[in-house]
């Protein structure tokens, strides 16, 4: 079964290897070494040329194959992605009282890596044992702290499984994400005209006037129980003595509804244009899908799978909602039914990142057992 020693042992190697987001070629080729070592087949995708690194040998995200032992069980996917953030160079990790920290000038960047350990233990397990099993496919994603970038060009049609599982978010194991919104970002350059804001003013046309009362137009904040929207970011004008002539505005909406995603940005976008018009300015808008929305129910496999395999390690399943995107929404945009699950890692993008041995133990049986519970149902 899984084993504590190698599971820490294997954790701690992984989080010594660099990985910044666009970095991850020594991870990579660590792990294609690895998953190959345990009779998977690995191939890595060229993503890593799409992303355009500009490094010499961009890594791609690997993909991976184990063929299943038992015929007519479905095959399932596990994902977790091999970049951190920064400050992630360097990692000394310091194991303390249960749980692994770093040493407090960097991240530990269990957040991935944690779910990578999970899903190598869990293979290994397999190899030694005859658990019966389907074919068990993993992603390891590259560039998805930088908006996903590394599931967004992902081979998708490489993977075969139906059903899927993302290792990367807070909650320990049992914490099962059904629900994440979509988001689109909105970009508006205000263009007015300049002038001697005490010699002509009459002559300017005040672009952070025009973005304020468009602004000011629009319902923001949280919209309703599935939707929010935000301006978060405004620049512009030079000195007090020039009308100033452009301003930068960049903003998003998110909704876990796409019609309401829609709605609300078609309706940002329109204010903006129409507010610029009436006032002698213009507005050069543009909106970007950023990623698809998560939303599965109860029934869904997925779903059900990974309830089921919760309690039979004895934690408690919790359904839930997040606010934010993760490598599962791009998944579900490929068709595959994917949860995003609770790995205990804490504090995450800080240096006062940790998680305790435990839950890397956890989340290697709980990968475990989802896969055992996959094979007693039929594909
Ligand atoms: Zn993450
Ligand atoms: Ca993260």
Redesign the pocket.
């Known amino acids: 079964m899984v084993n504590r020693e190698r599971i820490l042992e294997e954790f701690l190697t992984l989080v010594k290897i660099d990985s910044p987001s666009m970095h991850e070629r020594e991870i990579a080729d660590y792990l294609k070494q690895k998953l190959s070592s345990l009779g998977l087949e690995v191939y890595e995708d060229p993503a890593g040329e799409e992303n355009g690194g500009g490094h010499t040998r961009p890594a791609g995200n690997l993909v991976a194959r184990l063929k299943g032992n038992t015929p007519g069980v479905p095959a399932v996917l596990f994902c977790?992605?091999m970049d951190?953030v920064e400050p992630g160079r360097g990692i000394q990790p310091v194991v303390r009282e249960g749980a692994v920290y770093s040493d407090g000038t960097t991240i530990l960047g269990a957040?991935?890596k944690a779910?990578i350990t999970a899903i190598l233990e869990a293979v290994r397990v397999l190899g030694e044992t005859g658990i019966p099993h389907g074919d068990v496919e993993i992603v390891f994603t590259v560039a998805?702290?930088i908006g996903l970038k590394g599931a967004k060009n992902l081979d998708a049609n490489s993977i075969t499984a139906r059903t899927g599982y993302v290792l990367?978010?807070d909650g320990e194991a049992g914490t099962i994400i059904t629900k994440a919104p979509s988001q689109y970002k909105i970009k508006a350059s205000i263009i007015g005209r300049a002038a001697h804001a005490g010699i002509s003013p009459e002559e300017g046309v005040n672009a952070i006037y025009i973005a304020s009362k468009a602004i000011s137009r629009m319902k923001l904040g949280r919209l309703d129980e599935e939707t929010t929207a935000n301006i978060g970011v405004i620049s512009g004008g030079k000195a007090t003595n020039i009308v100033p002539d452009l301003v930068n505005i960049e903003g998003e909406t998110r909704s876990i509804d796409p019609d309401k995603l829609d709605k609300q940005t078609a309706l940002m976008v329109s204010i903006l244009e129409q507010t610029a018009r009436e006032m002698g300015a213009v507005a050069n808008v543009e909106k970007e899908f950023l990623y698809p929305r998560l939303k599965l129910d109860e029934t869904d496999q997925a779903v059900q799978i990974a309830v089921e395999a919760a309690k039979k390690i004895g934690q408690e399943p919790v359904l839930a909602g997040t606010g934010g995107g993760?490598?599962a929404n791009i998944l579900n945009g490929y068709g595959i039914p994917t949860v995003n699950l609770g790995t205990g890692?804490c504090k995450?993008h800080s240096t006062e990142e940790y998680i305790t041995i435990d839950n890397l133990v956890l989340n290697a049986r709980y990968v475990l057992e989802i896969i055992r519970t996959a094979a007693g149902k039929t594909a």
Request: net charge negative.
């Open positions: 977790a992605h951190t957040d991935d779910g998805e702290e990367d978010c993760s490598d890692m995450v």
